[in-house]
């Protein structure tokens, strides 16, 4: 608490949550009031699409997906001499366990996205653009339908856009229900009509994406990001954040805190602010472990409580910043059953393809099963760590990776609780009922 | 491999210096050409990495991961953090790559994938078809851990689904590598299974409402590195190690594909396509793989017979005495006007010469075609001008010139249907580039695949649109297109005139493509009324004296002889007194019922077959012939390619042909001069290609347009031009036995214009000069007035039941 009086402003930077209390915000004359398609405006009668790239490079904006690459840089990379129509391709397939960010973006202020959408596309020269949405999210396909369509009414899309001669049309497209089509090339498959399957790069989507055309394909907050940066400049967006992580970002804290939900502040941030912020853990219990960005990414425990929040220091500490998904776990968590659950997410996922995740999600399943039962065996632990190293690294795509990520880190900070899935159920040494968050007289028992 | 394999003609065979590119693989430095994949590279110094999805011929996936090499250099000085599939990887200046030969993370890798595919396998090699000769098998010895540290529950499914009346499919066992997927959408372009589901319950699947009706379907199962695809043929048959493999080639059409027949105490359990870049690479069509028990049924001739004088039934004989008593009737019938010789086309080269030199010699006539189908004398001239010794190095194509075609056109000719491995081989063309544009009534399901222009022609018509084509906004022939002819063209007057002028004109290549395996063959030993062996024209003089020479005789008959079809009419109107038949059947002939009323009118008639037909049966002597799986030979590819293969089974109870041949020839005084095939095949070499003035070609005019009155038909059914030719698998008597390959044949059908298909309803009767035939109809974008029908998928026929190709039949929709 010390620390956070110490600090002269609120850490928050609502951006991209800004008009979230708004109401009607997802509307667009609620979005125009508070400044909307104003960038969009500006950008295509002032703004040539090199400037337009050249803003976002400078601005530092990097992909806000998970992997953090620069996004400018990715649509610099879009060959403008190919002679193929360019696609722009937003990742709205949110479906990490955890992460929740998107979604609410998406619900709230759908038009942000849009005016993003229109930003980007007209920096890549692009006249299509697709928001793939996962499937099962039908409230926010709907709102975004209807952002569309309110767009396309007011002149945002279509033809000529506001006498700028550009073109631009946007297709909302809902998913099917798999995890897989979050990864971008899977995504790729699954807007053409095919199985979602990750493919084989090279060609890599910049050269041949969509339709075997030059794509950009980039996440929900990335592509929002960007009409505050036009608007309000490249400077602005790289004040906030750390050295080589800037900007604004939404974090998402779920789990055992006492207030959880999105936190939009700039990178670098620690869980230990976001938690105070958050009300802090449950009362009456202290902090176990989390992961930092979804259950792709390896967990992390109290030690880590003061890490910046950014690309970089996250991955010093041995994990990944992902997407931000803050999972907190209070130490009524058995650690083995947060995995199991994991690793099932991961086996029921699996696409299939490729024999390391295809088949080591199956066993690693049934190898977590019985440590959480009790009846682990010797060396089950051993066999346990060196599957996930036969999948780690070996598998077609960061599905494989990511679902051992939770199991290794895992064993190597709490690895004694493995071995008491030799002897002992999971469910007498961490009762579940006690981590619920739902029943408040067990909670605060 | 296949990397450094240039095609002949085609463009350059040297690799260029400046292409290759040098890497270092477990230490030993190697220059391959660039983008050759690291596996492929590996190999070329002799180290296997284990494989599954990865297939040379397939577009490489990297789904198996079986393949994993480390990386520490990948040319730019800075290695590859992860193991890498090598079956993906491209090779780069300056790479070094450690395999699992010297790198212990490689081996783990490799052996971390190798027991994860284990898991869900149901080990089940003792009962498994696969088990010995199955890659899972043997690269899990050499690659993989002695035990499997897994001890949880499998992934089960119910055991076997069809997923077509031949394949077979075991989920269980199935790897998920995609081969047979990746197969059927990209080399046959019949993507009638996919992957479905997924996860550890991923599978092959089909769509329920187009089933796995393939003509290439069994390689799916030759290239399954599993026991997963099964065939329904061969399922439990047999083990791999009690199998005698034999090199052969295939006897169902002119595209001479090499296979491997494996077979266990005198029987021929499977056939496999054999390993032929030049020719089939590695596919071979369903007919080729499972159409081989024709020759094991009931109505097999296994002894010589003799029509017995004085109860008139045949009775069996001794090989001598059914020469002599043949010998006795020829030289009798010879005597009372002639014998005409008509071998069949499914011969070999040797057994053809032996048919061709047999007519000469032992008979004295020209009277001897192997056309046993609908012909001209204009296709007679095309064969003896155009057709015959353009072999390899010569005027006509190759299928190396397909692939670097730049345009393909096709003319009386279903590749699809009537020579699958040109079929596969223009589908990897038209996927490089190659534009192919059918001459043909309708849009094909083929030509579909194979992404071509149709120039929509009626049957009659092909003169006239090949005529077009040498002046066509659409298409422009240039030197390495090719014109690729069919048969079928023999019927419609002045196209084979037109289609070499295409060819002349725009310097094109031009080869002609027969339905089946002897038929090139035949051309080239001599087999035609026109022609003597080795391309001698029987009307040049200097030829024929070479050809008497060579042969031992004086002189030779000098006046060309009766085609096929003249040699029935002579046959029917008592000119002719004897016929020597080998495998013809009747209903392929033009007119079968003339045909068979000729066996009746001949006084004497010769037979020469494998097994008892309406030629059997009406003639007077009758010798079985051995089958080839049963001898030696050589097919002759439509390329004018020889296929030598040798005895697979060597049955020393039959005799091929020439044996039998030579046997008849000796006991009418007048020897061969050969017996066997190999003395046949000497004679025949030492005979040589004829190098003087090729046979002339005289001027052929198309036919007449249809006319009005061809037009007029009783109310409520339309007068119609018919188009026909035989699919793959059909009522074909090599098929006889073959109950799963014939369930994956097309449904026969009646194809109409959409507007008259529309009027007729769901059935029509088709009336022809011949007969009736009630088909169901579909809809096809052919011209007006002109409908389709499959040749030889019901009844005894379109030539029996129907009437003739090209001509005008009655089509009546049935209520």
Redesign the interface.
């Known amino acids: 608490m010390t620390e956070q009086q110490a600090r002269p402003i609120d850490p928050l930077t609502p951006v991209l949550s800004a008009d979230w209390g708004e109401k009607r915000s997802w509307t667009l004359p609620v979005y125009e009031t508070g400044g909307g398609y104003r960038a969009a405006r500006r950008a295509l009668a002032e703004m040539t699409p090199e400037q337009v790239v050249g803003e976002v490079k400078d601005s530092g904006l990097r992909g806000r997906g998970g992997a953090g690459f620069p996004t400018g840089m990715k649509w610099g990379f879009i060959p403008q001499d190919n002679p193929n129509p360019k696609y722009l391709v937003v990742n709205a397939d949110e479906s990490e366990p955890g992460t929740c960010k998107d979604t609410p973006l998406m619900m709230a202020s759908p038009h942000l996205l849009v005016e993003g959408v229109i930003l980007a596309s007209y920096a890549i020269r692009a006249h299509h653009a697709f928001i793939y949405v996962r499937g099962e999210i039908l409230q926010v396909v709907r709102r975004l339908q209807q952002a569309v369509r309110e767009a396309y009414d007011a002149g945002h899309l279509g033809r000529d856009i506001h006498g700028s001669g550009y073109d631009l049309d946007v297709v909302v497209h809902a998913g099917a229900g798999?995890y897989?089509c979050g990864e971008e090339t899977a995504l790729l498959d699954s807007l053409e009509g095919r199985?979602g399957q990750p493919r084989?790069r090279p060609p890599f989507p910049a050269v041949a994406g969509l339709y075997a055309s030059p794509t950009v394909i980039n996440n929900v907050e990335s592509i929002a990001s960007v009409p505050g940066i036009i608007r309000n400049g490249a400077e602005w967006f790289a004040s906030m954040g750390t050295e080589k992580s800037k900007g604004h970002v939404l974090y998402s804290l779920s789990g055992h805190v006492t207030n959880p939900g999105q936190f939009e502040a700039p990178l670098g941030i620690t869980l230990r602010e976001l938690i105070d912020m958050a009300g802090g853990i449950r009362e009456g219990h202290e902090l176990k472990f989390w992961t930092p960005g979804g259950s792709s990414t390896p967990i992390l425990t109290a030690e880590h409580l003061d890490v910046p929040l950014d690309y970089e220091a996250v991955g010093a500490a041995g994990s990944m910043l992902g997407t931000r998904a803050l999972q907190v776990f209070d130490e009524t968590t058995s650690v083995v059953r947060a995995v199991l659950r994991w690793t099932e997410f991961y086996?029921?996922?699996?696409?299939?393809?490729?024999?390391?995740c295809?088949?080591?999600?199956?066993?690693l399943v049934?190898?977590l099963k019985r440590l959480e039962a009790g009846q682990g065996?010797e060396g089950d632990i051993e066999?346990l760590v060196?599957?996930c190293?036969?999948?780690l690294?070996?598998?077609?795509c960061a599905l494989g990776d990511g679902a051992t990520s939770p199991i290794t880190s895992a064993v190597e900070h709490f690895r004694e609780e493995f071995e008491a899935g030799m002897h002992t159920p999971a469910w007498e040494l961490f009762p579940y009922r006690a981590s619920t968050v739902f029943t408040p007289e067990v909670a605060t028992a | 491999m296949t990397a450094e394999k240039a095609p002949e003609r085609a463009g350059s065979s040297e690799v260029e210096r400046s292409d290759l590119v040098t890497v270092t693989i477990d230490g030993v430095s190697t220059s391959v050409p660039k983008d050759t994949l690291v596996i492929r590279a590996a190999e070329q110094i002799g180290v296997q990495i284990p494989r599954f999805c990865d297939h040379p011929l397939l577009a490489?996936?990297?789904?198996?991961?079986?393949c994993?090499v480390e990386v520490p250099d990948a040319g730019n000085g800075r290695g590859m953090?992860?193991?890498q599939a090598s079956c993906?990887l491209q090779v780069a200046e300056g790479m070094v790559v450690e395999t699992q030969a010297t790198n212990a993370k490689a081996d783990?890798?490799q052996q971390?994938?190798m027991?994860?595919?284990l898991?869900?396998h149901p080990l089940d090699c003792p009962v498994c078809d696969k088990g010995g000769e199955c890659p899972l098998q043997n690269q899990a010895l050499s690659n993989g851990r002695g035990e499997s540290?897994?001890?949880?529950?499998k992934?089960t499914f119910p055991k076997p689904i069809n997923i077509s009346a031949q394949v077979l499919l075991d989920r269980e066992r199935c790897?998920?590598c995609a081969r047979c997927t990746r197969f059927s959408e990209q080399i046959a372009g019949d993507p009638f299974i996919?992957?479905?589901?997924?996860?550890?319950?991923?599978q092959v699947g089909i769509y329920e409402k187009q089933p796995f009706e393939s003509y290439f379907s069994g390689n799916t199962i030759q290239i399954c590195p599993v026991g997963a695809l099964t065939s329904a043929d061969y399922r439990f048959r047999s083990r791999p190690f009690d199998l005698v493999s034999s090199p052969s080639v295939a006897e169902h059409d002119a595209c001479g594909s090499a296979i491997r027949v494996d077979h266990r105490r005198g029987k021929v359990m499977r056939r496999l396509a054999g390993n032929d870049p030049e020719v089939n690479e590695e596919w071979i069509t369903d007919k080729d793989r499972f159409a081989f028990h024709y020759a094991r049924g009931d109505d097999r001739l296994t002894f010589p017979r003799v029509r017995d004088e004085e109860t008139g039934e045949l009775r069996p004989a001794s090989w001598p005495e059914a020469f002599a008593v043949a010998a006795r009737g020829l030289a009798r019938a010879a005597a009372a006007g002639g014998v005409g010789v008509l071998p069949g086309g499914r011969l070999t080269a040797e057994d053809a010469y032996a048919y061709a030199t047999f007519a000469r010699v032992a008979l004295g006539t020209n009277d001897v075609d192997f056309r046993a189908r609908p012909h001209s004398r204009e296709e007679a001239e095309f064969l003896a001008h155009e057709v015959v010794l353009s072999g390899l190095a010569g005027r006509g194509a190759t299928y190396a010139d397909l692939e670097g075609a730049s345009t393909v056109v096709l003319a009386g000719l279903e590749p699809e249907e009537e020579a699958g491995t040109i079929f596969l081989r223009l589908r990897k063309a038209a996927r490089k580039g190659t534009r192919v544009v059918a001459v043909a009534p309708f849009t094909t399901r083929g030509l579909a695949k194979l992404d071509g222009r149709l120039v929509r022609t009626a049957p009659g018509e092909e003169a006239a649109a090949l005529a077009a084509l040498r002046q066509d906004a659409q298409t422009t022939l240039d030197g390495t297109a090719v014109v690729l002819v069919g048969e079928r063209l023999a019927t419609s007057p002045g196209a084979l005139s037109a289609a070499l002028e295409l060819a002349r004109s725009t310097g094109a290549r031009l080869a002609w493509v027969p339905r089946r395996a002897g038929d090139r063959g035949a051309v080239e030993t001599g087999c035609l009324p026109t022609l003597l062996p080795g391309g001698r024209p029987v009307a040049d003089a200097a030829a024929r004296v070479d050809a008497a020479a060579e042969w031992g005789v004086g002189s030779l008959p000098e006046t060309p002889g009766r085609d096929a079809d003249a040699i029935v009419a002579a046959a029917l109107s008592g000119d002719l007194a004897g016929l020597v038949v080998g495998g013809v059947d009747p209903d392929d002939t033009a007119d079968p019922a003339a045909f068979r009323a000729a066996l009746d009118a001949a006084s004497y008639v010769v037979a020469l077959e494998l097994r008892e037909t309406d030629v059997t049966r009406a003639a007077d002597v009758v010798f079985p012939v051995a089958p080839v799986a049963d001898k030696a030979g050589t097919f002759v590819t439509w390329e004018g390619r020889p296929r030598p293969f040798d005895v697979v089974l060597g049955d020393p109870g039959v005799l091929p042909d020439a044996r039998v041949l030579a046997g008849v020839a000796e006991e009418l005084g007048r020897p061969l001069g050969f017996r066997h095939t190999l003395e046949a095949r000497a004679r025949m070499e030492q005979m040589g290609a004829w190098d003087g003035e090729r046979a002339a070609m005289s001027v052929h005019r198309p036919g007449p347009p249809l006319s009005a009155a061809d037009r007029s038909a009783p109310s409520g059914s339309v007068r119609m031009r018919l188009a026909t030719w035989k699919q793959m698998l059909d009522l074909g008597s090599m098929q006889d036995g073959e109950k799963h390959l014939r369930a994956t044949a097309r449904t026969p059908v009646a194809l109409l214009p959409e507007a008259v298909a529309r009027a007729m309803g769901g059935h029509v009767t088709i009336t022809g000069d011949r007969g009736s035939i009630d088909l169901p109809v579909r809809a096809a974008d052919l011209p007006e007035g002109v409908v389709w029908v499959p040749a030889r998928s019901t009844g005894r026929g379109v030539l029996a039941d129907l009437a003739s190709p090209g001509s005008t039949v009655t089509v009546r929709g049935l209520p």
């Open positions: 798999a897989i199985r084989l086996k029921h996922e699996s696409c299939g393809k490729c024999t390391p295809r088949e080591g999600t199956w066993w049934q190898t065996e066999k060196d599957l190293d036969n999948i690294g070996r598998s077609f | 490489p996936v990297g789904a198996c991961r079986q994993l953090p992860k193991p993906t783990k890798a971390g994938v027991e994860l595919l898991i869900n540290r897994f001890e949880g529950v992934r790897v998920l996919a992957l479905v589901e997924r996860g550890a319950l991923q």
